[in-house]
């Protein structure tokens, strides 16, 4: 096999692996990308450890790294957020780095302000970027976080569109033990998490329902192969995080029609504007959030949300993360691209003709 033949080899390394499919767990993002990679014709291996903010879990798994490095051969190492690439320094082949949120913007506490460790960790991010040979970040703003130097790739987490897709609204409630009839809004996320603010979520409720019958959903904990029937049932997202990158429930909730009322956070302004049936708040106060989930539900329909997420179909996007693959590893003297498969061209070729 020539070097042009043989598959492109990558290593993923991520301190957020998910168990699959386990509730509670909210990095399925990082999955989803590793199989839709190799589903694209990249031979991708993953190298996961546990951080838990402890210096001796990185050192075991700096460690650990350099011995699967010894043991396989690949073409590149891919870090998944900004910490995980830590482990790869100093680099003994090229890196990619993707920064997906709080490794770059900081760890937010009760006070809704960054905390130490969570400075600690935008320095140790911006550290890993000017190392990386190239760095990818999944929405525009979050550029400006990364030092002056270090130019960036913006690539959303992708959508699964098979997964998540309208379904009955009424076959999802009886799947779910909901009530057939009342209008529920809901939030997705870690209620423990203090950047979710789920207290603003029950203060808009709280307004909500001097006028309107409605009952606030929390789904956590539930499996995330479940989550579709969750947004399919509900009438409204509700989403109020202070912090964000590209968050991925406002983009599974698109891909579903569920109209998604939320404050101007990450990329949801570019996301929801101009989609019919969603509603962008201008501020943060529980009145404007109230105000806009009346009008939503009011209206009782849902959004025109999928046609709006469409470029954000995984097989698209794992194309770009390839086209950033090769564009590191051309630099390298002798290189040769290796054979990858363009989804979107294999499922065309599958259409019958008019």
């Known amino acids: 096999m020539t070097a042009a033949e043989r598959p492109l080899r990558a290593l993923m390394v991520t301190c957020a692996w998910p168990p699959p499919d386990r509730p509670g767990f909210t990095t399925n993002f990082i999955r989803r990308q590793v199989e839709f990679l190799r589903a694209a014709g990249v031979e991708v291996d993953v190298f996961h450890f546990t951080s838990a903010m402890r210096p001796g879990n990185y050192l075991s798994a700096w460690v650990g790294l350099r011995r699967e490095l010894v043991r396989h051969r690949y073409d590149l190492m891919h870090a998944q957020f900004g910490q995980s690439g830590i482990v790869a320094l100093p680099k003994r082949l090229p890196l990619v780095v993707t920064f997906r949120g709080d490794d770059?913007?900081?760890?937010?506490?009760?006070?809704?302000?960054?905390?130490?460790?969570?400075?600690?960790?935008?320095?140790?991010?911006?550290?890993?970027?000017?190392?990386?040979?190239?760095?990818?970040?999944?929405?525009?703003?979050?550029?400006?976080?990364?030092?002056?130097?270090?130019?960036?790739?913006?690539?959303?987490?992708?959508?699964?569109?098979?997964?998540?897709?309208?379904?009955?609204?009424?076959?999802?409630?009886?799947?779910?033990?909901?009530?057939?009839?009342?209008?529920?809004?809901?939030?997705?996320?870690?209620?423990?998490?203090?950047?979710?603010?789920?207290?603003?979520?029950?203060?808009?409720?709280?307004i909500l329902n001097r006028t309107l019958d409605a009952e606030l959903i929390i789904a956590w904990k539930v499996r995330h192969a479940d989550v579709p029937w969750w947004m399919n049932a509900c009438d409204a997202l509700l989403f109020t995080s202070m912090q964000e990158g590209s968050p991925n429930a406002v983009k599974e909730a698109l891909a579903c029609n569920l109209p998604v009322v939320s404050v101007p956070v990450g990329d949801v302004a570019q996301r929801i504007g101009g989609v019919a049936g969603c509603e962008l708040c201008p501020d943060e106060r529980p009145e404007s959030l109230a105000a806009a989930l009346a009008r939503v539900l009011q209206r009782g329909q849902r959004a025109a949300g999928r046609a709006a997420v469409q470029d954000l179909d995984e097989r698209r996007l794992v194309q770009q993360v390839i086209g950033v693959y090769r564009s590191v590893l051309s630099r390298r003297p002798g290189w040769q691209p290796a054979q990858t498969v363009d989804l979107d061209a294999r499922r065309r070729s599958r259409v019958p003709a008019a």
């Open 104 to 206: 770059l913007q900081g760890i937010v506490g009760r006070d809704l302000r960054v905390t130490p460790a969570g400075r600690l960790l935008q320095q140790v991010s911006r550290w890993v970027a000017r190392a990386a040979d190239a760095c990818i970040v999944v929405s525009e703003h979050m550029k400006e976080f990364l030092p002056a130097s270090v130019s960036a790739h913006v690539i959303p987490s992708g959508l699964d569109l098979e997964q998540f897709r309208p379904m009955s609204r009424d076959a999802a409630r009886a799947r779910l033990g909901l009530p057939p009839d009342k209008p529920l809004v809901l939030f997705v996320g870690n209620p423990a998490v203090d950047r979710k603010r789920l207290p603003l979520a029950r203060a808009a409720m709280d």
